[in-house]
């Protein structure tokens, strides 16, 4: 059964910082999954000097803690504002992976060129090909962000 391991503020912030590292520079736009990727996403656009930060407003898990059949577009940028663009996808975890993926695809159909990014990867539970092209750490234990208290 997993655990439950509680990030600090500082911890997150070395989570970013390691990301940032490994991720670089060379990209135009920061592309954040809400709710989960909205504080990473800005923390890493900051690390990253970038100043452009778009947001998917997706929903899969669902508030009973189960998921939907398939990940729920509620907002995307027009296809305008990504093609031709080199975009960083940001989101906290990639736990089954779906999310990411249907991004991901939706940026390629858009005609960008996105890379994937997360503090977690969980690749005990993904349950898509591949896995992110970034990550800032592998678990397999349920992650209490310090934005997510009181969730």
């Known amino acids: 059964m997993p655990h439950l391991i509680v990030l600090t503020w500082e ?16 990209y135009d736009l920061v592309l954040a999954i809400s709710r989960g990727g909205l504080v990473p996403a800005g923390m890493l656009a900051y690390r990253l000097d970038l100043r452009e930060i778009l947001v998917a407003g997706v ?9 939907h059949a398939e990940p729920r577009f509620l907002q995307f ?3 305008s504002l990504l093609e031709g663009q080199r ?3 940001v989101d906290e975890v990639w736990e089954t ?3 990411m993926a ?3 695809a939706r940026v390629r159909a858009a005609g960008g060129q996105p890379t994937s990014a997360v503090l977690h990867f969980k690749p005990g539970q993904s349950r898509v090909a591949g896995r992110p092209d970034h990550a800032a750490a592998e678990v397999e234990d349920w992650v209490r962000y310090p934005y997510k208290a009181g969730a």
Do not use: H, I, M
């Open 77 to 79: 940028p027009p296809p």
């Open 87 to 89: 975009v960083l996808v």
């Open 11 to 26: 911890q997150l912030d070395s989570l970013v910082a390691s990301l940032a590292a490994s991720v670089g520079r060379d």
């Open 102 to 104: 249907a991004v991901l």
């Open 97 to 99: 992976g779906e999310t």
């Open 59 to 67: 929903e899969f898990y669902r508030t009973d803690g189960g998921t």
